[in-house]
């Protein structure tokens, strides 16, 4: 009799089962992947980190990064989101190396609340106020009445065309002396002016983007030069810009038989710009924010955004008692108020 065949009675059928160690690495293959797309605030501050260094690292590239370096405030304040969400994430060492590297850049920032080494005031107080009144504003009057109520003893306007001329034509008779308007720069002083020569008949070959005129305070003579670069709206006019502040270093040999020279204007620059940091340290001249804060003056439309391109820098022989900026009447910068004395040591 046949015996019927018996059935697979067994609790654990035969599978194919994987070859030792197939699967492994897949986990930890996943696991890397999320770590990586978890380190995105670190490769964002590196970013940043890598624009604002390299205006100083890479020179011959400047342009690549002169635009976003101008805007150092800013990209500071978003390395420090990426920080926060470094620390959040728990990935604490990331987020020290990146606070590590941004050390520089920020002490940088804050060295403007630090008040600068200055030499001894030997003179009265003088007032400049320096303004870009923009050609299409029409607030002439508020300007007028914003000149009567700080009462400088020096004023530069630029961006000062034939509308600005006619509008303020026998209006500033208390300011009897002049220079302008060339290159749509003005000076109206209540002080003589003694050198009244216009830069263009210096040197045709490095025109200046503006004015300058000396003048005297308690017998010390003074070196003003007002000045307007061009607005880097592209490649080519940030190059003619970088031209403009470099050619300015040949105008101030001029200037070196005076101890005397205050430089102010709308630079359309930071001083994280290379070619205007590379000014200031040729020249060693002293930006008069130091100590005041860091008075971003454009653009004022928009406060998220501002920067400090009005600036005033002074020699070693000038002293600043007080800077700031006023509220906004109109144009898109805001007026610069420098209130300035003079030692009486050094060359004369």
């Given at each position: 009799?046949?015996?019927?065949v018996?059935?697979?009675?067994?609790?654990?059928?035969?599978?194919s089962?994987?070859?030792?160690g197939?699967?492994?690495?897949?986990?930890?293959?996943?696991?890397e992947?999320?770590?990586?797309?978890?380190?995105?605030?670190?490769?964002?501050?590196?970013?940043?980190?890598?624009?604002?260094?390299g205006?100083?690292?890479?020179?011959?590239?400047?342009?690549?990064?002169?635009?976003?370096?101008?805007?150092?405030l800013?990209l500071?304040a978003?390395?420090?989101?990426?920080v926060?969400?470094l620390?959040w994430?728990?990935?604490?060492?990331?987020?020290?190396?990146?606070l590590?590297?941004?050390?520089?850049?920020?002490?940088?920032?804050?060295?403007f609340?630090?008040?600068?080494e200055q030499p001894?005031?030997?003179t009265?107080?003088?007032?400049?106020?320096t303004?870009?009144v923009?050609?299409?504003?029409?607030?002439?009057?508020?300007?007028?009445?914003?000149?009567?109520?700080e009462?400088?003893?020096?004023?530069?306007?630029?961006?000062?065309?034939?509308?600005?001329?006619?509008?303020f034509?026998?209006?500033?008779t208390h300011?009897?002396?002049?220079?302008?308007?060339?290159?749509?720069?003005?000076?109206?002083?209540?002080?003589?002016?003694?050198?009244?020569?216009?830069?263009?008949?210096?040197?045709?070959?490095?025109?200046?983007?503006?004015i300058?005129a000396?003048?005297?305070?308690?017998?010390?003579?003074?070196?003003?030069?007002?000045?307007?670069?061009?607005?880097?709206?592209?490649?080519?006019?940030?190059?003619e810009?970088?031209?403009?502040?470099?050619?300015i270093?040949?105008?101030?040999?001029?200037?070196s038989?005076?101890?005397?020279?205050?430089?102010?204007?709308?630079f359309?620059?930071?001083?994280q710009?290379?070619?205007?940091?590379?000014?200031?340290?040729?020249?060693?001249?002293?930006?008069?924010?130091?100590?005041?804060?860091?008075?971003?003056?454009?653009p004022?439309?928009f406060w998220?955004?501002?920067?400090?391109?009005?600036?005033?820098f002074?020699?070693?022989g000038?002293?600043?008692?007080?800077?700031?900026?006023n509220?906004?009447?109109?144009?898109?910068?805001?007026?610069?108020?420098?209130?300035?004395?003079f030692?009486?040591?050094?060359?004369?």
């Amino acid at each position: 009799m046949n015996q019927p065949v018996p059935e697979n009675t067994s609790e654990h059928p035969a599978e194919s089962t994987p070859a030792h160690g197939q699967n492994n690495g897949a986990p930890s293959s996943v696991s890397e992947s999320q770590k990586r797309r978890s380190q995105w605030p670190f490769w964002v501050a590196l970013l940043i980190v890598c624009i604002l260094f390299g205006n100083w690292l890479v020179p011959k590239i400047i342009i690549a990064f002169d635009w976003f370096a101008t805007f150092q405030l800013q990209l500071l304040a978003l390395a420090g989101v990426m920080v926060v969400l470094l620390f959040w994430r728990k990935q604490t060492k990331l987020g020290l190396l990146v606070l590590c590297l941004l050390a520089w850049p920020l002490a940088n920032l804050i060295s403007f609340y630090i008040p600068a080494e200055q030499p001894k005031a030997e003179t009265r107080s003088i007032r400049l106020m320096t303004f870009n009144v923009l050609y299409p504003s029409e607030r002439y009057q508020e300007t007028l009445d914003l000149i009567r109520e700080e009462d400088p003893d020096i004023v530069g306007l630029v961006e000062f065309d034939g509308h600005w001329k006619k509008a303020f034509a026998d209006k500033l008779t208390h300011y009897p002396y002049r220079v302008g308007p060339y290159r749509d720069c003005i000076i109206y002083s209540k002080l003589p002016l003694e050198q009244m020569t216009q830069a263009a008949e210096v040197s045709q070959a490095w025109p200046l983007p503006g004015i300058y005129a000396t003048f005297r305070v308690d017998d010390q003579p003074v070196y003003f030069m007002l000045v307007h670069t061009t607005s880097p709206k592209s490649v080519t006019d940030m190059a003619e810009r970088n031209a403009q502040i470099n050619g300015i270093q040949r105008y101030l040999g001029f200037a070196s038989a005076y101890w005397h020279v205050v430089l102010a204007g709308d630079f359309n620059a930071t001083t994280q710009s290379h070619a205007l940091q590379t000014l200031l340290d040729k020249t060693e001249f002293r930006d008069s924010r130091q100590g005041f804060g860091l008075q971003h003056s454009w653009p004022t439309w928009f406060w998220p955004i501002s920067i400090c391109i009005d600036h005033c820098f002074v020699s070693e022989g000038v002293v600043v008692e007080n800077r700031r900026t006023n509220p906004s009447i109109g144009s898109d910068h805001l007026p610069v108020i420098s209130d300035l004395s003079f030692s009486k040591h050094g060359r004369k």
